[in-house]
Structure formats: C-alpha cells, structure tokens
C-alpha cells in the first residue's frame, strides 16, 4: 500500500497465467489421463479379485494426501476410534519438509524416475491401485482424493464405489473456498485472490469437486457456509493431539508476547494485527509481537511456548487448528466467529451451545474491537493468566469429549466395518 492510500491490487501489469502454457498443461493432464485409463483397465479388475480371492491381512485407512499438521491430530483421532485398524498418512510429495506430517509419501512405493519432477501427473494412477489393495477406507480432505489433479477425477468416486471402499471427506479450509462463491466478505474474497493462480485456475473445478462429494462422500464434515450439502457441522468439536503439545505457560509478564501465524496475510488481516500491535507500544504498553512467516513446525510451536496472546485472524468467521493448538501450548486465542454460524449453533441446539459459548475462552474479535481487547488483557494480568489456564483445559476437555464421542457411538468402527447405523 502507498503512502497516499492507494491499495495497489495488481503488482504487475501482466496477464496472471500464460494460456500457452495452460494449454500445453491441460494437454499433458488429458494425454496422461488416457494412459491411466488404460493401467485402471488391465490393473484394476485384478486387484478386485485379489481382494476377493485373498483379502488383506489388516485393516487400515489412509489420511491425506497433502502435507498438513491437521493430518496429525486426525490420524490420533481415528487411532483412538478404530483400535484394530492401522492408521496411515499418505502425502504424494513433502513440500513442506515436515517428515513428521506423514507415514508415507510417493516415494517410497514408487521410484524416482517414475516420478519424475511432477508427483501429481502419473504416479496417482499407480497409488490408486495401490490403495485399492492396500486401505479399507480413506479419510480425505476435499482436495485431498488420488486422483484429484488427474484428468480421471470424476471416476473417483464410481471405483470407489464398486471397491466398497469408504470416504469421509473433512474439509480443513481453503479446500473449500472458492472467489465466486466463498463469502460475502470483500476482504475474504480479495485475500484469496492475492493467491491468483491458484485460485483462478481451479475455482470452477472446486465448485464442482464440492458437489460431487457432497454426493457421493458417506460422512461430509465442514463449514455450512461453502458447503452444499453436509454430514456434520460442530463448533464443539475442538480437538488436537495433546501428546504432541506440552503446557509451556509462559509466567514472566513483564512483557506481554503476542504471536500471529501471518501466512495469507491479506486473508487474515495481518496488517492490520501487526499495526495496531505496533500503536500499542507506542502508546507505551510493554507488548512485542512477533510475526511467525516460513518458520517450521518446531520453530512455530516454540514462539507458541513464549507467547502469551495469539490472535488467528479477523474475518474468517470459524477457528482453526492453529488456534487449538495455541491454546494447548498455553495462548490465549482472539480470533473471529461468524455471528451467523453462533446464530446457527444456538437455533439448532440452544441447551449444549449456550453453555459452550459462554464458557469458551477465545476472545471473539474484528477489526474494531481487537485494540481494545489486547489492551484489556494487557492490563489485567490476573484474568489473562486465569484465561490462559481456562484455553488448556477448555481443550483438554474437548478434545477428550470429541474421542469419546466417535468411540462410545462407533460412528468411525461402524462406517469402515461396512455396519449400518440402527
């Protein structure tokens, strides 16, 4: 932004792709797409008869296929759901260079050379068959299927089908949204399309990649607002693996730490966090606030241990995992609800969720009312440490009641035993 106000949209004068080159892609996806037809029709038929003929020793379910820290705590989530099943993470490459998102990735079935420098374009035919042999069920999320970047990706759902195999589809996100039908919040909408490319190029495909499974998933869980059709929508159910986040409350408030996940600055108002930060300590308040940009886990989850504030965003409307695991690591989280999504938890089931929101220790936030919630908590330090201590058992305890949830009623062990709920 210029110094006289300009908000500058396009940093470049120039077209956000190259059509040759989107047609020399599309070419090479379709031309691929033929040539995995053609493996699915020889490899195929003999897998289905291998699993009938000889089936699979263990049960296992695969959870993937990108490189995401959500994959983590689900996959502790179906180990505590599905105690004779073996639960796998499966990412098509690491870009993240995180070893410990995943179990197995491309490589390790496939070699190199087949490969090559593109994950996406062949080796998901050979996966696919893979899978089919090897997982009873998948746990995906809505752009996580195999053949999702393939010119195969309607098929998805009909070989799934005719292997009896299970999908439940958990939508983390950005998987979701989509320039044309995301939200009516303007500042949404143009935080997505700073990332241009990405979403401009898929944003039809995601619309009707949302459709499809809304059809043809067995269990849809995500956000009502960009979802067509759903299976299960909860505010409630907060959970995160607590093994992998120790309490590290930090007890020295001389200086107030205030920590901010700034990836996708514009999408979750990280100018505007980091400026009125910046007001605070020149009006004299002893806050340091620290932007955590291209860090890695480790290094992420160690300003989480020396931080006592940490705020989210102030438009997405619904909580993520970083804030879950803030509150775990010993934060107190101000992020934004979305009025209309309370409105909605409260209509549907007033007994649980009036109690929930009362009781919840995120502070929810905007724009306007961020300042003035920092500053309360800055010169309260008794309700900031109590608050501190409520956002650890508050996820504690919700994360424990989200375990017994699918362990006590079986939702998991049922669908993937091919059970029929009573």
């Excluded at 759903?230 to 001389?254: K, Q, T």
């Amino acid at each position: 932004m210029r110094k006289d106000g300009l908000i500058i949209l396009e940093e470049e004068y120039k077209p956000i792709a190259s059509a040759l080159k989107t047609l020399k892609h599309s070419l090479l996806v379709k031309m691929i797409g033929v040539f995995g037809a053609f493996i699915f029709m020889i490899a195929l038929p003999i897998v289905g008869l291998l699993n009938v003929v000889f089936p699979a020793k263990k049960k296992r379910v695969m959870v993937g296929t990108h490189s995401l820290v959500s994959n983590i705590h689900y996959k502790h989530l179906l180990n505590g759901a599905l105690l004779d099943y073996e639960i796998e993470i499966f990412v098509f490459t690491d870009w993240l260079n995180e070893p410990s998102y995943y179990d197995i990735q491309a490589k390790d079935i496939l070699p190199k050379w087949f490969i090559c420098h593109d994950a996406y374009l062949l080796s998901p035919y050979i996966v696919f068959i893979w899978a089919m042999r090897r997982y009873r069920g998948f746990y995906w999320h809505l752009d996580g299927a195999i053949l999702e970047r393939t010119a195969l990706w309607r098929w998805e759902p009909l070989l799934l089908e005719l292997f009896s195999k299970k999908v439940i589809i958990q939508a983390y996100g950005s998987d979701q949204w989509t320039l044309l039908q995301s939200t009516d919040d303007i500042n949404f909408k143009f935080g997505l399309s700073r990332f241009r490319k990405r979403y401009f190029m898929m944003d039809f495909k995601r619309i009707e990649l949302r459709y499809m499974w809304a059809q043809y998933a067995h269990l849809m869980a995500g956000d009502i607002r960009y979802l067509p059709r759903f299976s299960s929508f909860s505010m409630a159910h907060f959970y995160v693996d607590l093994d992998l986040l120790p309490y590290r409350y930090n007890e020295n408030m001389d200086k107030i730490i205030v920590s901010h996940f700034a990836n996708h600055r514009e999408r979750k108002g990280s100018y505007a966090i980091e400026a009125m930060c910046e007001e605070l300590k020149a009006e004299g308040y002893a806050i340091e606030y620290r932007s955590i940009y291209g860090a890695s886990r480790q290094e992420a989850l160690a300003i989480l241990d020396e931080s006592h504030i940490f705020i989210e965003h102030l438009f997405n409307g619904v909580m993520g995992t970083g804030a879950l695991e803030a509150m775990a690591k010993g934060n107190v989280v101000l992020t934004n609800f979305d009025q209309r999504l309370i409105d909605f938890c409260l209509v549907q089931d007033y007994v649980f969720y009036a109690t929930f929101f009362r009781e919840m220790p995120m502070v929810n936030v905007n724009v306007y009312t961020l300042k003035q919630a920092l500053i309360s908590l800055i010169e309260d330090k008794d309700t900031l440490k109590k608050r501190i201590e409520d956002s650890r058992k508050f996820v504690e305890l919700s994360s424990k009641r989200v375990v017994d949830g699918f362990c006590e009623k079986n939702i998991f062990q049922n669908l993937f035993d091919g059970v029929k709920s009573e």
